[in-house]
């Protein structure tokens, strides 16, 4: 069974930092592309950025390019996002999740937790 435990959010001033981790267990992490995802309150769940199996190929929403740098660790089966110039738009509850595929960007499996981020104006 495929567990995912997402942390490092909490609450930050526009402008700031904050670098979130996904700890992923019961998959062969270092074979699957990963993703983030974020829920803003009374909004859909969207894609924010993916990482290759290998780490060497990334890719980010429109929002977040520029601002946030998604990376793995495969010997330790993590998955990072540091998202720097924080708006209060990014504001959200974050999730990541294994990829079906680079172009399809779909989750595969349950959702974590997740970790709130907060970004107040």
């Known amino acids: 069974q495929v567990q995912l435990v997402e942390s490092g959010g909490g609450l930050v001033q526009a402008g700031g930092s904050l670098r979130l981790s996904c700890a992923a267990s019961g998959l062969i992490f270092a074979s699957r592309i990963m993703g983030w995802f974020r829920q803003a309150p009374g909004k859909d769940r969207e894609f924010v950025a993916a990482?290759?199996?290998?780490?060497?190929?990334?890719a980010y929403a429109d929002s977040v390019k520029g601002r946030f740098t998604i990376s793995r660790d495969n010997a330790n089966n993590t998955v990072y996002l540091r998202m720097d110039s924080l708006k209060p738009e990014d504001t959200a509850v974050y999730y990541c999740?294994?990829?079906?595929?680079?172009?399809?960007?779909?989750?595969?499996?349950?959702w974590g937790q997740g970790t709130q981020v907060t970004v107040s104006s």
């Open positions: 999740n294994p990829l079906s595929g680079w172009s399809t960007r779909d989750p595969t499996v349950s």
């Open positions: 990482v290759s199996a290998s780490g060497r190929n990334t």
